[in-house]
């Protein structure tokens, strides 16, 4: 057989749950297959950069182990026993389950459960116009933003900050709470620019010594959960030693008089009891923002998913705004672009379709809604049945046990669309293959940045896999209400109806341009005339339980977790799970270097370089333990225990333990994966998920 040589370079974006969005240039062997995958050099933020685990994307879309035919269970659930079937039997059998769920407990029986395998806007949300056409219920999307989001918007009132592209013209760049250098590779891209052009300084400030921190010139390292904390001492040193803009302050903040009078007591001595960092770090950093005036803050997603999370993010964003830093080019805070789009997915999501009384899921919560949980139910029937495309919660949501028990319960039925047999797959009863983002049209926006970028199908999927779409629109058909508005549309239809009603251009000009540059300009993404609240000022007094917020949950649903003790002020809020006497560590699930939450762990490079999922510990910790560097070790809580290898290293505060992942839970000892420790209980005030933040006991490991 003759080797593929170059057809052509294809072009496209990166679908996958990451704020960069990289914009891609891809070697086009044949109708069929890729080579080499490389970032745009004309993109201005992509910047011809992007991660390893993308760049050999052709690993994954060539695996052998590809779902290339629908399936239909043939044995127990889980038992691994299959049938092939053709489409049509396979989405006969899907439309007939969910008739007879309809028919004997009400539509709402049925739960079609998604998320962000891809970010396609076509792809990824025309879910929902089968949700809503045949009135199935909602969804409450908790698991990813809402913490950070919560937390951003109460100080700005958007979602949109600095241009992402300005940390090239900062002085000093703070990378808060998130390993660019592993996960947002962008970021770091921008950030070096800096510090060789202009000397700048970087600072990683995260829970433990990851790759960033490493890079940076000045690396913080402090507890999980205790960010608020440490925003607060800067900001007393910052008014204590007169590096505070009072003409900003007075100016573009609601009141930074009650503000200094609340930090009055927030010392670094206080923050450092608490951080585990010393005074002389608190000190030092404070002293670098507050006479550094273009110090861009980009703010990330990891510091947030503590309980605490939307008030330790509203307090790292009211350093700025105390510095006047927003005032500069290079300058101020990001987090999130997502507020400057707004692209209408009326047609795409059937807008049109909504009935206000059906009610909400929270996705956190599948694991208590599959098993029953009454609350999580919110008073509606059990879910019967099921269509999951795009996430793996066998895997990745939290309270695994639930999630696995919930999903084994013989009345349930459930269809997985899925790329491989992953462990949400592998319970599944029917599982039919799906394309990837190089075998379908579709279009992408980028949270992390400023862009749109169309992505169209470059080569033909194997076997016989299809797009998320096609199977939206075939049930629809098998469960009446294909004849709806969109049901009859393909993905080129779509985007161009959606870019029309945004005004903005359509498909075959976007192929031309490869992307869309939206960024607002300097005095609109810096707040010149003022934050997005009737008063213009920033917040330092956030109305968490009342004010408006990004993704607050229905009101069928209301509030979450204690948000009648959510402080006034930014501070730290001990809402946390604190280590105790029974469990005297604190673990945090963060993101490993080659994987993307599940996505990459099959990939065979990926999984070289993981290896396994191993319990970062620090040295101190495990000489009092008795444990041994490669030594099997259980890690557990009052929701189950793990078996993991120890990684010894001094990279921790000492109590503190990190498992990078996420793993299958199939390359645990037990089958069953980290998150069988997180919990799905919603954190104040809009809920979330906050996969950093357990308290464990940790010991050695006894014998298999």
Known sequence: MNKPVLLRTGHSACPHDCPSTCALDIEVLDTGHIGRVRGAKENSYTAGVICAKVARYAERIHHPERLLKPVIRGGAKGEGVWKEASWDAALDLIAERFLKAEAEHGSESVWPYYYAGTMGLVQRDSIHRLRHAKKYSNQFDSICTNLAWTGFFAGT???????????????????????????????????????????????????????????????????????????????????????????????????????????????????????????????????????????????????????????????????????????????????????????????????????????????????????????????????????????????????????????????????????????????????????????????????????????????DGPGETRPNLFVINELAKRLGVGDFPGFDLDAKTLIDNMMAASNLPGFDVLKETRWLDIQPDFETAHYEKGFSWPDGKFRFKPDWTNGPSPNRPPQSMGLQGPFETLPQWPDYWQAIEIADEKHPFRLATSPAHNFLNSTFSETPTSVVKERRPELLIHPEDAAELGIEDGARVEIGNDRGEVVVHARIQAVTKPGVVISEGIFANSAFERGEGINVLTGADAPAPNGGAAFHDNKVWVRVAGPR
């Open 157 to 459: 009132g958007k979602l949109g900050g600095v241009d992402p592209r300005e940390m090239a013209k900062s002085d000093c760049v703070v990378i808060w709470g998130t390993n660019a250098a592993a996960t947002q590779v962008n970021v770091m891209t921008h950030a070096v620019r800096a510090r060789k052009d202009r000397g700048a300084k970087i600072v990683a400030i995260d829970i433990y010594e990851t790759a960033t921190v490493r890079q940076a010139d000045l690396g913080l390292v402090l507890k999980p959960g205790t960010d608020g904390a440490f925003a607060c001492a800067v900001m007393h040193i910052l008014f204590r030693d007169g590096l505070a803009d009072w003409d900003y302050l007075n100016a573009y903040t609601d009141d930074p008089k009650g503000l200094e009078q609340h930090l009055q007591e927030r010392t670094p001595e206080w923050a450092a009891a608490i951080t585990g960092l010393t005074t002389a770090a608190i000190e030092e950093f404070a002293r670098l923002v507050g006479t550094t005036k273009r110090t861009f803050f980009r703010l990330g997603y990891g510091f947030a998913r503590q309980r605490n999370g939307a008030v330790n993010m509203h307090a790292a964003l009211s350093i700025p705004a105390v510095t006047g830093a927003w005032k500069y080019e290079g300058g101020g805070g990001f987090h999130s672009n997502s507020g400057i789009f707004r692209m209408d997915k009326r047609e795409i999501e059937g807008r049109a379709f909504v009935d206000p009384s059906i009610r909400h899921i929270d996705q956190c919560k599948i694991g208590p809604a599959l098993t029953g949980d009454p609350a999580a139910l919110y008073g509606g029937p059990p879910v019967m049945a099921m269509l999951v495309q795009n996430t793996n919660p066998a895997n990745v949501a939290p309270e695994q046990r639930l999630v696995k028990q919930g999903m084994l319960r013989d009345d349930l039925f459930m269809a997985v669309h899925e790329q491989f047999m992953t462990d949400t797959a592998k319970l599944a009863d029917v599982v039919l293959p799906a394309t990837m983002f190089m075998e379908h049209d579709d279009i992408y926006r980028g949270g992390g940045q400023q862009h749109i970028v169309l992505g169209p199908k470059l080569i």
